[in-house]
C-alpha cells in the first residue's frame, strides 16, 4: 500500500524522474492509441462497406456491376424507380405487409409479456413457481421441429385456407405474427424489471382497492417504461428481419414481409441486381433509424435478454 | 398440482415482496387471466412443438393423412442416408467458427473497451451486420463474392490467389458462409464481452499493475479469468447456433454446390418443406437436439474445467 511507503528523500529528483515517467507512459499511450485506431478502422472497413457497396452500386445506372469501387461512376435513381414498380410482387405492398406485421408482433408480444410478467413478479398465487420454472425449462428444451411442427399447427388452425381476399389477408397476417408472440426473454426482462418496483407502491394501491389491471396500468407499465422501450426495440429489430417463417409457409406471396419478399424478388429480378440492391437499402434504412436512435435501450435490452 | 388454499411458505411469501393481497380463489383468478394469453400461446407454439415434434420423429406424416406409428424406422432410415451424414459432418465442420468468432469478439471488445475519442462510432459500426436481416446479408455477400466482385478485388490488391465464384465452387462455399456468419455475428459476442468486461472490478487491474504485473500478465491472470462466465455463455451459444445454422445457408446456396453447404437442420427442411416426410424430418431434429446438448455439456465442461474462478 502506498501508505507504508517512506517519503521521498529527495522532491526534485523524484519530481523529474516521476515527469520523465509520466512522458514516456504518454507516448507510449499515443502508440498505442494509434495502434489500436488503425486496428479498429480495419475492422470497421470490413464490417460496413459491404453496406457501402451495396448503396453506391444500387445507385449506378450502368457499369460493370459487381467491380468494387470507392465511389460510384454515375448517380441515379433508375434501380429504385425498377424496384418500385417490381414485377410479381408490388414493392410498396412489402413494405405495407411489414408495417403491419411488425405493428402486430410488436404491440401485442410487448402487452402478452408485460402482463404475464405482473403476477410473476408481484402477486402470490398456487402454481406460481411452478410456472416460472416450466417457462424457464422451455428456453433449453430442444425446439428443432419447431418450423414444422408450427407449420402444421398453423395448417390445422385453418389460417392458411383461402376463402375471401381481405379475410385471407387477416389470417395469413396472423399466422405470421402468432409463433413469435409469447417472447420468453421478454417475460424475464419485464419479470426482472417489475421485481425493482418497490411493493409498498403496490400494496398502497391495493388498500386503496385499486382493482390489478390498473396497478398493472399505472403503476408497473410507468415504472418499466425504460425495459419495455429496450424490449420493444429489440422486437421490432426481429419482426421486421424475419424471413423465414413467412417465407416457407405464407401460400400467398403478396402479403410477404419486406425481407422475405426481397428474397423472392432477387429470384425473378436475376437479371437486374441493381433493382435488388435497391430493395436491400430500403429494407436496411429503417432498422438503421430505429437502431441510432434507440441504441443504448437496444445494447441494454441485449445485455439483459443474455443474463435472463 | 397445488391446491388454490395451500398457504405459501414463509420462503415463496418473502419473495413475492412480504405482506400484502392474499391467496385468495379470486387473486389466484386475476392472476392466472394475466397469464392467459401468454401461456396459450407458449403451450401452442413452443411446448406442442416439443411434444408433438417428438411423437412425429417416430411416425410416417405427410399432414394429409394421419400420422403412422412406424418406431424407430426414420432413424434406421437417417443412419443409412448418406445426405443426412454429409449434412452431419457440415454441421460440425461449422463449429470451426466458434473459437475464431469467440477470441475476435473478446479482442474487439478489449478495443472498443479503451477510454479512446470516437470509441462509441466503432461499437455502433460493429453492430450494424447483427441488427441487418440475414435475408439482406446474404444477398449483399452473394454479390462480394461473386468472381468479379470486391472480395476478389480485396484478395488481388493482397496479392493472394483469387478465387473464383466463392459460392459456386464446393471447396470454397463452406467456408466463405462460415465468413459471413463470423462477420455477422462479431458485434453480438462484442456487446456480450464489453458487459463482461465492465464487470471485472478496475482496482483489481490497478493493484495487480501496481504489483508489478505486466500488461499481458494482467490479461492471462485477471481480465481472462474475470471474463470466464461470459466465455462460456457465448461459446455456448455460439456453438449451438453453429450446430444449427441454417438461414445463411438458406439464402446463401440452398445447401449448394454439390451439397458443399448442406447442413444437419438444412436437411431437416428439405425432408420437410420438399419431400413432405414430415416424420423423418422430425427424426432429424431430434438427433440434432442431442447433438447440440452433448456438444453444450463439452462447452461447459471445457469452460469450467481448469482453475475454478470467483
Redesign the interface.
Known amino acids: 500500500m502506498l501508505e507504508t511507503r517512506p517519503a521521498p528523500v529527495q522532491p526534485d529528483s523524484f519530481a523529474a524522474a516521476a515527469a520523465r515517467l509520466k512522458a514516456r507512459r504518454r507516448q507510449r499511450r499515443r502508440l498505442t ?1 494509434l495502434l ?2 488503425t ?2 478502422i480495419a ?2 472497413l ?6 457501402y ?2 448503396l453506391i ?1 444500387s445507385l449506378e445506372p450502368t457499369g ?1 456491376i ?3 469501387k470507392i465511389v460510384p461512376q454515375a448517380v441515379g435513381l433508375r434501380n429504385y424507380a425498377e424496384m418500385w414498380k417490381g414485377t410479381t410482387v408490388p414493392f410498396w405492398r412489402l413494405i405495407l405487409n411489414s408495417l403491419i406485421i411488425c405493428t402486430l408482433g410488436v404491440s401485442l408480444t410487448v402487452t ?2 408485460t ?2 410478467a ?3 413478479a ?10 416460472f420454472y416450466a ?1 424457464l425449462a ?1 428456453m433449453v ?13 398453423t ?1 390445422k388452425l385453418g389460417l392458411l385456407q383461402q376463402t375471401n381476399p381481405v379475410i385471407d389477408a387477416v389470417r395469413q397476417y396472423l399466422a405470421v405474427v ?5 417472447s ?1 426473454v421478454g ?1 424475464f426482462l419485464l419479470r426482472q424489471a417489475y421485481l425493482g418496483i418497490p ?1 409498498e407502491l ?2 398502497a394501491a ?1 388498500i386503496d382497492g385499486a382493482p ?1 389491471l390498473t396497478i ?1 396500468r399505472r403503476i408497473m407499465l410507468p415504472l418499466a417504461t425504460p425495459t419495455i422501450a429496450a424490449f420493444a426495440i429489440l422486437e421490432f ?1 426481429a419482426y ?5 417463417w413467412a417465407r ?1 409457409m405464407l401460400p400467398d406471396k403478396n402479403l410477404l414481409p419486406l ?2 419478399g ?2 423472392e424478388l ?1 429470384g425473378t429480378f436475376s437479371t437486374n ?1 441493381r433493382a ?2 435497391a430493395g ?1 437499402v430500403i ?2 434504412i429503417p ?2 433509424i430505429v ?2 436512435f434507440g ?1 443504448k435501450y ?2 441494454k435490452g ?2 439483459g435478454a ?2 435472463g | 398440482m397445488t391446491t388454490p388454499s395451500r398457504r405459501l411458505s414463509r420462503r415463496e411469501q418473502h419473495r413475492a415482496g412480504g405482506t400484502g393481497a392474499k391467496v385468495t380463489a379470486r387473486n389466484t383468478l386475476i392472476a392466472y387471466a394475466f397469464l392467459l394469453p401468454f401461456l396459450t400461446l407458449l403451450v401452442v407454439y413452443h411446448t406442442w412443438p416439443v411434444i408433438f415434434g417428438t411423437y412425429l420423429a417416430f411416425t410416417k406424416y405427410n399432414i394429409i393423412s394421419p400420422p403412422q406409428w412406424v418406431g424407430l424406422d426414420n432413424f434406421r432410415e437417417l443412419l443409412r442416408d448418406e445426405q443426412f451424414w454429409s449434412g452431419l459432418k457440415n454441421s460440425l465442420k461449422y463449429i470451426l467458427v466458434v473459437p475464431v468468432i469467440q477470441v475476435v469478439a473478446i479482442l474487439v471488445a478489449l478495443l472498443v473497451n479503451r477510454p479512446m475519442r470516437g470509441i462509441g462510432f466503432f461499437r455502433t459500426a460493429f453492430y450494424v451486420p447483427v441488427v441487418t436481416s440475414f435475408a439482406v446479408v446474404g444477398l449483399i455477400w452473394n454479390w462480394m463474392y461473386q468472381q468479379e466482385g470486391p472480395v476478389n478485388a480485396v484478395l488481388g490488391f493482397l496479392g493472394l490467389h483469387r478465387g473464383g465464384s466463392f459460392l459456386n465452387n464446393p471447396a470454397t462455399a463452406l467456408y466463405a458462409v462460415m465468413f459471413v456468419t463470423l462477420w455477422k455475428g462479431i458485434g453480438y459476442y462484442m456487446v456480450l464481452y464489453l458487459a463482461g468486461l465492465q464487470s471485472i472490478s478496475p482496482e483489481l487491474e490497478e493493484a495487480a499493475t501496481i504489483d508489478g504485473a505486466g500488461r499481458t500478465q494482467v490479461f492471462w491472470n485477471i481480465t481472462l479469468p474475470g471474463l470466464r462466465p461470459t466465455i462460456l455463455v457465448c461459446s455456448l451459444l455460439s456453438t449451438i447456433s453453429a450446430i444449427k445454422v441454417f438461414e445463411e445457408i438458406y439464402v446463401m446456396t440452398q445447401g449448394g454446390p454439390a451439397g458443399s453447404t448442406y447442413t444437419a437442420l438444412f436437411y431437416t427442411y428439405s425432408r420437410a418443406f420438399q419431400d413432405f416426410q414430415y416424420g423423418l424430418a422430425a427424426a432429424g431434429g431430434i438427433i440434432i437436439a442431442v447433438i447440440s446438448i452433448l456438444f453444450g455439456l463439452i462447452n461447459f465442461r471445457l469452460t469450467r474445467g481448469g482453475r475454478a474462478d470467483a
Open positions: 492509441d489500436a485506431y486496428v479498429l475492422i470497421a470490413i464490417m460496413l462497406y459491404p453496406f457497396w451495396t452500386t460493370n459487381y467491380e468494387a402478452l409479456a402482463l404475464a405482473y403476477p410473476l408481484k402477486m402470490r398465487f398456487p402454481g406460481r413457481d411452478l410456472i417457462i422451455l428444451l430442444p425446439n428443432e421441429s419447431g418450423l414444422i411442427v408450427n407449420y402444421i399447427t395448417i402468432l409463433p413469435g408472440l409469447a420468453i417475460l411493493q403496490i400494496e391495493r390489478e398493472w429489430v421486421w428481419n424475419s424471413f423465414l416457407i425481407s422475405a426481397l428474397l432477387s441486381s435488388v440492391m436491400a429494407t436496411i432498422i438503421l437502431f441510432a441504441q437496444f445494447m441485449l445485455e443474455v443474463k
